[in-house]
Each structure stands twice: as structure tokens, then as C-alpha cells.
T-cell receptor, first 113, second 114 residues
Framework: RKEVEQDPGPFNVPEGATVAFNCTYS??????FFWYRQDCRKEPKLLMS???SGNEDGRFTAQLNRASQYISLLIRDSKLSDSATYLC??????????????FGSGTRLQVQP | ETGVTQSPTHLIKTRGQQVTLRCSSQ?????VSWYQQALGQGPQFIFQ???????GRGNFPPRFSGLQFPNYSSELNVNALELDDSALYLC?????????????FGPGTRLTVT
């Protein structure tokens, strides 16, 4: 079982639609959670952190359920520029005490005119 | 832009050869992490360097090795290349010891092994 699992998609939605991505993680000791965005053949870029209380950044809302080990991302009023792969990311502490990131395989979103 | 640079951008190697990839971290960042991203997959953690020492490793064989230099730049070396090593190799820099600990990714090196 993968440590971070996502639906690979693709999600094909019209402009203006609301779309939701889900993610589950297996390591209950995971400490911090993020959504990254990756455009085709580019590096991943931090979209937003995910907090237990839920958090919003403009059209983007992220939720975390630690009990269910479940993370979600909601995008409202989709724009053509939202087309990308969205990576669910979990930060964990290694035996050395240092921290690293575990990525899901990503969910591809294609917003259509 | 993140200020993290990687070289070369693209590279083609033959199975069995060795390759060295380079990463310059963002100014002031003392930690570099390396990731391998195969086509259609998310990045997979290879290892991390902090103050010139390896400080954690993912599930990669010893033929993947690295270095960090006093200026915090880093190299990833892969020996005895295999076809499955074809991937995008990403480095990410961060400031170790800071709670926010955001990692900033470079543009990656695309390695093709034939």
C-alpha cells in the first residue's frame, strides 16, 4: 500500500466548476500536510498547507481529518489556469530527526473552456 | 522563481554509465533534499543533506550517493545506471531547524537512460 494515495484522474471539468480532490495517508505519525501544484514538465510548487481546522486561500479550501487520515482540496470557480497535477504531500520525521516529504502520485486536473 | 538551480537540464546516458547531477540551494538554505520523479508518479525521496552530512535516506540502493559542499550546494551521483533510473531528478532546499520548513524545488534534471 502506498503511503499517500490519490485518485490519479484525470478530472475534466468546465470553467467555473467546483472540483474536489481526496487523499489518504497511512502513517499516523505524519505531522504536516500540504498540497503542491505541478505544471507539465515543471517542478512542484507549494499551493497551500493543510491544517486540522481547515483553511482557505481564495478559491482553494483544504481540509484535514487526522482520525480518518484523510486530506482534501476543494477548488471553486475553476479557471483554465488551474489545469495542472495536484500532489498531496505529507511531511514526516526521519530517524535522524530531520524531516522529509512523501508525495502522492498526483491528481491531474484539466479545466476546459 | 525559487532561487534553486540545477544542472544539467537534460541528460542522456547509457545503461551501466555513471552520472552526476548538481544543485545550488537558495541563499541561506543549509539543507538539500533529492527526489526522483518517474513519469506519472509523484516525487520519491532519495536522501537529504544537512551541513555536509547525509541526514536521512529513502528506499534507494547505495549506487545513489551524494555530497554537500561548504556553500551548501549538492551533487547526486548514480552509478551503474539502469533503464528504470530514467526520471526527473529534483532537488529542494530548505532552512533546517526552522519550524515552517518549506522546501523550495529546483526545475529538475531530466535523465534518460538508454
Amino acid at each position: 500500500r502506498k503511503e499517500v494515495e490519490q485518485d490519479p484522474g484525470p478530472f475534466n471539468v468546465p470553467e467555473g466548476a467546483t472540483v474536489a480532490f481526496n487523499c489518504t495517508y497511512s502513517n499516523s505519525a505524519s505531522q504536516s500536510f500540504f498540497w503542491y501544484r505541478q505544471d507539465c514538465r515543471k517542478e512542484p510548487k507549494l499551493l497551500m498547507s493543510v491544517y486540522s481546522s481547515g483553511n482557505e486561500d481564495g478559491r482553494f479550501t483544504a481540509q484535514l481529518n487526522r482520525a480518518s487520515q484523510y486530506i482534501s482540496l476543494l477548488i471553486r470557480d475553476s479557471k483554465l489556469s488551474d489545469s495542472a497535477t495536484y500532489l498531496c504531500v505529507v511531511r514526516f520525521t526521519m530517524d535522524t530527526g530531520r524531516r522529509a516529504l512523501t508525495f502522492g502520485s498526483g491528481t491531474r486536473l484539466q479545466v476546459q473552456p | 522563481e525559487t532561487g534553486v538551480t540545477q544542472s544539467p537540464t537534460h541528460l542522456i546516458k547509457t545503461r551501466g554509465q555513471q552520472v552526476t547531477l548538481r544543485c545550488s540551494s537558495q541563499s541561506g538554505h543549509n539543507t538539500v533534499s533529492w527526489y526522483q520523479q518517474a513519469l506519472g508518479q509523484g516525487p520519491q525521496f532519495i536522501f537529504q543533506y544537512y551541513r555536509e552530512e547525509e541526514n536521512g535516506r529513502g528506499n534507494f540502493p547505495p549506487r545513489f550517493s551524494g555530497l554537500q559542499f561548504p556553500n551548501y550546494s549538492s551533487e547526486l551521483n548514480v552509478n551503474a545506471l539502469e533503464l528504470d533510473d530514467s526520471a526527473l531528478y529534483l532537488c529542494a532546499s530548505s532552512l533546517g531547524g526552522v519550524p515552517s520548513y518549506e522546501q523550495y524545488f529546483g526545475p529538475g534534471t531530466r535523465l534518460t537512460v538508454t
